[in-house]
Nanobody, 118 residues
Framework: VQMVESGGGLVQPGGSLRLSCTAR???????????MGWYRQAPATERELVAS???????NYLDSVKGRFSISRDNSRKTVYLRMNDLKPEDTGVYFC??????????WGQGTQVTVPS
């Protein structure tokens, strides 16, 4: 299974983006039980968890994005979304997604670049 992220881009502060991440090669019965996470990595920093969603739809967020980002999933499409509003320069980075609880679920994708200029 390969994660494929899309939807990034260059956006001015205060703008919005919607990221998508699809588990290519997965099937519903293996995707739907996964707790999925969106991560980001800024230059010269460690990858950090931004948001997560359980199989039941419970969500958690990094404090700095609470109220601005929203994670959702469509199990029939094996896809996880990240809606990002009121973007700030500190949100800049490459965004990835993958399972949080199963390291063998999927290969990491290339990520999608989000750039918010200061």
């Amino acid at each position: 299974v390969q994660m494929v992220e899309s939807g990034g881009g260059l956006v001015q502060p205060g703008g919005s983006l919607r990221l998508s991440c699809t588990a290519r090669g997965s099937i519903w019965s293996t995707f739907s039980p996964q707790t999925m996470g969106w991560y980001r990595q800024a230059p010269a920093t460690e990858r950090e968890l931004v948001a997560s969603i359980t199989s039941g739809g419970n969500t958690n967020y990094l404090d700095s994005v609470k109220g601005r980002f929203s994670i959702s999933r469509d199990n029939s499409r094996k896809t996880v979304y990240l809606r990002m509003n009121d973007l700030k320069p500190e949100d800049t980075g490459v965004y990835f997604c993958n399972s949080m609880g199963d390291a063998s679920f999927a290969q990491w994708g290339q990520g999608t670049q989000v750039t918010v200029p200061s």
